[in-house]
């Protein structure tokens, strides 16, 4: 049983991965990002996620490895706090709280104690670079609250601030200037670049720095697209710059190579340009990343780069320039116009990617699974051009066809519409175009919805619009003389006084069609596609519109613009009930009678789960977001939980996922990630990507069900062998870090050992060695009942036994008794 308190909202994933740059390990095998509160830390040769590094209670902020330990890390974040961890094993190793709210990390290799960030004090748009001392202690929470100015009036990007020549000073950029502190002298040098004496329409803003890291040299981004490289900046006067221009826009991000030998820049034109000794003659590109650059790194090592997208993407880069991996998160699009769908073949979240693709998420292991270009024109980045934006998306009949619905309007009376169904092909793995239709409608579509019903064996679209129609498209057979084909065509138009048509759904076994017409809503016989009952109860306009599911499938919810949710009896043709509510999301459970409704409030939103047959909500929380909440969607689960509380029944066979207008993806968890984990694994976080290979076997994760299945295909046998994860030597040699592990020979035999029976595990029928030595054939009859419990098999077996006897000596008949003792039954697992 769950406890009410336990049930939480939690982030469930989908953070951005290119809020900070990104960070590699010293030997390049590893990269870190910030997730929302969490640090992941993914494989660079395989991409997967290996560790989810839990402890901060706000957004994480700021990566760095720790300059005296490389298998350390440090992270900061808005919550106050500075966090060193173990990344190879997941271990948080101690928290030192600042106090002030964290907003970049930097360190040094020369100053070990201390580490730079970057806070406000006073006014919330001016931010200060601060050294904090870590002081040394043996406790696990520690305060550090002895800070040094360096730099004042400085960008609160990381971007922004770089330290050079092996930390002899750090340089600062914001809006036109360039502040540069130098450590041992102590002093500040400030440089300006004036816009007012440029040529017209120059844009001189900095948007990013770098520092050579052997020479004195920096190289500042702006906005204009050049890149400037200061030398001599030591002196007020003598300071020079030199230019380079390659970008049409502004350049996002800088990096220098370990050696300085080269430049990395990157922006919006999608390329990284790498400039070979800083030179604009000598440069090489890597083209076609997909998307803006926002950051660039660069390994320790030297031999990888990588480089942080927009559309939620970060992809390693070979020394050569050549990409090697492709780590993808959720995008982040501008607006998300189809919703939150799942796609009943990969239980996937659907929704809007990169424009003019739908991207297929998986929600299990937080990360993209691929994307399908819908609109399938070649993206151009420009800000004055009017792109075409994919509004609308549906599955149907168990993800067999997708609907989509595209849209481009330049001005009011040029609007163009097209309507795309996707047929799944099961040898390709994918979707592909069926049909198009070219402006379905006069007016924008405002919904679309298939018949699921499993009795109809033809499938049936229907699309709502503006222009006052609602259209019922069905599959027809569209083969000729070359080839046999199907397709989409229209077989019926309905109106309802030139209302516009703002929403459509289908009741659960597809017979009923509901559509709203504005304030009024219409129920359509869906055979003859007649006007069956109209509701109208005046209170605005129809929102959203959902029919009862299971034992509640004859009520019809619609929630109104005038903040009133209805709920009509399609038996009675009546109003069952209406209360007031903001409602800006209402999603039905698939799998049970529940409806889900989020309202909206002045301090938040508010979570109301319900079945339409009962006047009192089986749930409600209230401020489950602090912000809007624009899209929900019940997804089922794949193995059902087992909820007693009747609060929490609603999660049994779902879950809900809810989408705020930041774009963060949340769930409702009854655990938190803690207390989820094994009491072994609190220690190391167990790579769960790992391969099945035959160690993998032997860690006793599906032990208990393969003993379960011998013990029926054999009979219950008396001898087994204990389950490995009660063992203490094996727990010892897989849970303790291994460099303060002995070495690998002492622990072998005590290993080995721990896998052998001991004498507690011999049954009550088993005869002591000693008599066993003495006895013949009674002997043979006891070993054999070891092995076999039914009468049949024992008598067969000692006639073999008796035939065995006659052919060994007794020393041999010794070692084949203690053989048969042993259980080998986890070879068949290899």
């Not at 005296?68 to 440090?74: A, C, E, I, K, V």
């Not at 907003?103 to 904090?132: C, G, M, R």
């Not at 204009?224 to 350049?251: A, E, S």
């Not at 198009?436 to 229907?462: G, Q």
Request: net charge negative; aromatic share 10%.
């Amino acid at each position: 049983m769950v406890e009410e308190e336990s049930l939480r909202v939690v982030r469930c994933g989908g953070s951005e991965l290119n809020f900070r740059r990104a960070v590699f390990s010293a030997d390049s095998k590893y990269i870190f990002c910030v997730s929302g509160d969490f640090v992941k830390v993914y494989s660079t040769a395989t991409e997967e996620c290996v560790h989810i590094l839990h402890g901060h209670s706000d957004l994480v902020t700021g990566l760095q490895l720790n300059p005296s330990n490389h298998l350390q890390l440090y992270s900061c974040s808005f919550d106050g706090t500075i966090k060193l961890w173990d990344y190879i094993d997941g271990i948080l190793i101690k928290t030192f709280t600042v106090g002030h709210k964290l907003h970049a990390l930097f360190t040094l290799a020369h100053t070990k104690d201390s580490v730079f960030v970057t806070i406000n004090k006073e006014k919330p748009d001016i931010f200060q670079l601060v050294s904090v001392k870590l002081p040394k202690s043996s406790s696990q929470e520690i305060e550090a609250k002895e800070t040094a100015f360096v730099l004042d009036y400085i960008n609160q990007s990381p971007k922004c601030i770089a330290f050079g020549n092996e930390g002899e000073y750090v340089a600062a950029v914001r809006d036109f200037y360039l502040s540069v502190y130098f450590f041992k002298k102590k002093t500040t040098s400030r440089f300006t670049l004036s816009s007012s004496r440029n040529r017209k329409h120059a844009k001189n803003n900095f948007t990013c720095v770098a520092c050579h890291p052997k020479e004195d040299c920096i190289a500042s981004g702006h906005k204009d697209g050049k890149i400037r490289l200061w030398r001599n900046f030591d002196d007020d006067k003598k300071y020079t710059y030199t230019c380079l221009h390659w970008h049409h826009d502004m350049v996002m991000d800088l990096a220098f190579s370990v050696t300085g030998t080269s430049l990395l820049s990157g922006g919006r034109e999608s390329v990284l340009v790498e400039w070979r000794d800083a030179t604009e003659k000598n440069k090489e590109f890597l083209p076609r990343l997909g998307a803006t650059i926002e950051h660039i790194s660069v390994s320790p090592a030297g031999d990888l780069f990588c480089t942080s997208h927009s559309d939620n993407k970060i992809i390693v880069i070979h020394r050569n320039l050549e990409a090697s991996a492709v780590i993808q998160g959720l995008v982040k699009d501008k607006n998300i116009f189809t919703g939150l769908i799942i796609d009943p073949r990969t239980r996937a979240l659907v929704l809007n990617g990169k424009p003019g693709h739908l991207q297929f998420y998986s929600l299990q292991s937080d990360k993209q699974l691929y994307n399908l270009d819908i609109v399938q024109q070649e993206y151009i980045s420009d800000n004055d051009l009017i792109q075409i934006e994919l509004r609308k998306a549906a599955f149907g009949c168990q993800g067999h066809w997708l609907a989509t619905v595209e849209q481009r309007q330049e001005k009011e009376t040029e609007l163009e519409l097209q309507m795309k169904l996707w047929a799944y092909n099961k040898k390709t793995q994918g979707f592909v175009l069926n049909t198009k239709v070219s402006m379905p409608h006069e007016d924008h579509i405002t919904a679309l919805c298939f018949c699921n019903a499993e009795k109809f064996e033809n499938p049936t679209l229907v699309t709502a619009s503006k222009d006052g129609h609602f259209k019922v498209w069905i599959l027809t057979d569209d083969s000729d003389i070359y080839k046999k084909a199907v397709g989409w065509t229209c077989d019926f138009v309905g109106s309802y006084h030139k209302y516009q048509a703002t929403n459509c759904c289908f009741s659960e076994d597809g017979s009923l069609l509901a559509v709203s017409f504005e304030e009024i809503v219409t129920i359509w016989d869906s055979e003859t596609w007649e006007l069956k009952c109209t509701f109208c109860q005046r209170a605005g306009k129809i929102r959203y519109l959902c029919f009862g599911r299971w034992t509640c499938s004859k009520y019809l919810l619609g929630a109104t613009e005038n903040d009133i949710l209805c709920c009509w009896n399609l038996l009675s043709c009546a109003l069952e009930w209406s209360t007031k509510l903001n409602v800006r999301v209402m999603e039905p459970d698939p799998n049970s009678e529940n409806i889900a409704a989020i309202s909206q409030s002045s301090v938040g939103s508010d979570l109301f789960v319900f079945k339409p047959s009962e006047p009192r909500p089986l749930y409600i929380q209230k401020k489950i977001s602090r912000e809007e909440v624009h899209w929900g969607v019940f997804v089922p689960r794949d193995v059902p939980e087992s909820f007693t509380s009747e609060a929490y029944q609603w999660l049994n066979r779902s879950q809900f996922y809810f989408l705020t207008k930041s774009q963060s993806l949340l769930t409702f968890s009854a655990k938190s990630p803690e207390e989820k984990l094994t009491p072994t694994s609190k220690q190391l976080l167990a790579e769960e990507s790992l391969p099945t290979t035959p160690f993998y076997f032997i860690l006793g994760r599906h032990r208990q069900q393969q003993d379960e299945k011998l013990n029926d295909a054999l009979g219950n046998e008396l001898v087994q062998l204990p389950l490995t994860e009660n063992i203490p030597a094996i727990s010892e040699l897989l849970h303790t870090p291994a460099h303060v592990l002995p070495s690998a020979s002492f622990l072998c035999s005590m290993f080995i050992n721990s896998l052998l029976l001991s004498k507690e595990t011999k049954s009550a029928e088993e005869i002591p060695d000693d008599v066993d030595m003495e006895e013949e054939k009674g002997s043979d009859d006891t070993d054999e009942e070891n092995d076999f419990t039914e009468k049949a098999q024992d008598t067969n077996d000692i006639d073999l036994g008796e035939d065995i006897i006659h052919q060994l000596s007794k020393s041999e008949e010794k070692e084949l008794r203690k053989l048969r003792k042993v259980d080998y039954s986890w070879v068949t697992t290899l």
